[in-house]
């Protein structure tokens, strides 16, 4: 795997991590659990880091790719060629069977670097199309992502998408639909689960936000949702560490609506949580709002059906196959308050449907969305790719 900025040790050895980090190091895991040889190629980004790194059955190869020391993702094009050598370098020697690279500058290197003979599976995290719809002038991607995304679409042997609004994009992008397999992300099933310790909470009906603290994130809206909802209180996780909450600007700009609407008395921020903090605030809640603008998949809401709590959803993305309206909790247009207070103050307001809805949330998430079974369709993609290159060695793969 190759995995340029989102290294998998920032899940197997901490708490620091987003959904790509978390992403991977499952899949890699439970692809290992079952026999196989994985390696994780990423970049290096501080000094101190070993080469190799050996963790839950999973290797992790750093690449000296630029400074090493954290940069944002979206200043890393300009080391790819560095990193794409690298990789080209060490796979000379010894070729994997396979190489399934994720976000579009990895896509980019390890098309570069790939051996003939050696299938390349892509997926992509989020599409740069998808982004610049919605930003506009304000997208701080590359100006070349769109163009790479493109190359990547056509070139790969095999595009693993993570929800079916990706294989619609994908599609109107010219993708060869008979190249995409749609396999979705997936949930810790026993860290995200009903029972276990709870966050403290007084006696108000809770909403729960769990979210990176950017505008598109849509957390302006639950707040505005709050002042429709008068016995409610909203905890926000996500951010920066708490004692620096002062000085983010989505923050003030955040506490500034929530003055505005007369709720900030009940909106609390907490700032940057460890998952098993996630865990116990997810438990706490009566219902948890995900209200993005767009969302290429969303880990959070399976996080929450996981631990048996409904979700008020943004109808966008991955959320319209994870989030079952009316089953598992409720769709609600992006960017439309009247439209999610409604929503979340049809749940808060029955604690039967709540019950319902959670019960069936974790159904959902066992039945489809295990690491297990995402483990399973990966290989099935991986095994289609080698079977339609007639250098592919398949019996490697097959006998793993």
Not at 75 to 92: C, I, S, T, V
Not at 118 to 130: I, K
Not at 173 to 200: A, E, I, N, Q, S
Not at 344 to 363: I, M, S, V
Request: hydrophobic letters at 45%; a negative charge; one cysteine or more.
């Amino acid at each position: 795997m190759v995995s340029e900025h989102a290294s998998p040790l920032a899940v197997m050895g901490g708490d620091d991590a987003g959904g790509q980090n978390v992403h991977v190091a499952a899949l890699a895991r439970h692809l290992a659990g079952v026999g196989h040889d994985v390696t994780v190629w990423t970049r290096r980004d501080d000094p101190a880091l070993p080469d190799r790194v050996a963790s839950d059955g999973v290797a992790v190869m750093h690449v000296d790719a630029g400074p090493p020391r954290p940069i944002a993702k979206d200043q890393l094009p300009r080391w790819m060629d560095d990193f794409a050598a690298d990789l080209a370098e060490a796979w000379r020697y010894d070729p994997p069977d396979v190489i399934h690279s994720h976000f579009w500058m990895s896509g980019r290197a390890a098309l570069h670097a790939r051996p003939p003979a050696t299938p390349v599976l892509h997926t992509f995290h989020a599409l740069g199309v998808v982004k610049r719809r919605h930003l506009g002038v304000g997208d701080p991607s590359p100006g070349e992502r769109l163009r790479v995304e493109q190359v990547i679409a056509r070139s790969a042997d095999r595009i693993i998408a993570t929800c079916c609004d990706e294989l619609r994009e994908l599609h109107g992008m010219g993708t060869d639909p008979d190249r995409v397999d749609v396999v979705p992300c997936g949930v810790d099933l026993d860290h995200f689960r009903p029972d276990g310790p709870r966050d403290g909470r007084a006696g108000r009906p809770r909403i729960v936000v769990v979210s990176r603290l950017v505008a598109r994130k849509g957390v302006d809206d639950v707040i505005r949702a709050l002042a429709a909802l008068p016995d409610a209180e909203l905890v926000v996780a996500g951010g920066p560490p708490h004692d620096l909450l002062v000085s983010d600007p989505e923050v003030r700009r955040l506490l500034g609506i929530a003055r505005q609407c007369g709720v900030a008395d009940r909106v609390r921020l907490r700032g940057a949580l460890s998952r098993t903090e996630v865990a116990a605030l997810l438990r706490s809640a009566d219902v948890v709002a995900c209200t993005p603008w767009y969302e290429p998949f969303g880990i959070v809401p399976l996080e929450a059906m996981a631990s048996g709590v409904p979700v008020v959803a943004s109808a966008v993305g991955g959320m319209l196959d994870s989030v079952v309206d009316g089953v598992t909790g409720l769709h609600v247009p992006p960017r439309d308050p009247v439209a999610l207070a409604a929503a979340l103050g049809r749940l808060l307001g029955d604690g039967g449907l709540r019950a319902r809805f959670g019960e069936a949330g974790r159904r959902h998430a066992v039945d489809h969305y295990a690491w297990s079974t995402v483990a399973t369709g990966t290989l099935a993609s991986y095994h289609a790719a080698c079977n339609a290159r007639p250098q592919g060695d398949v019996v490697g793969l097959a006998q793993r």
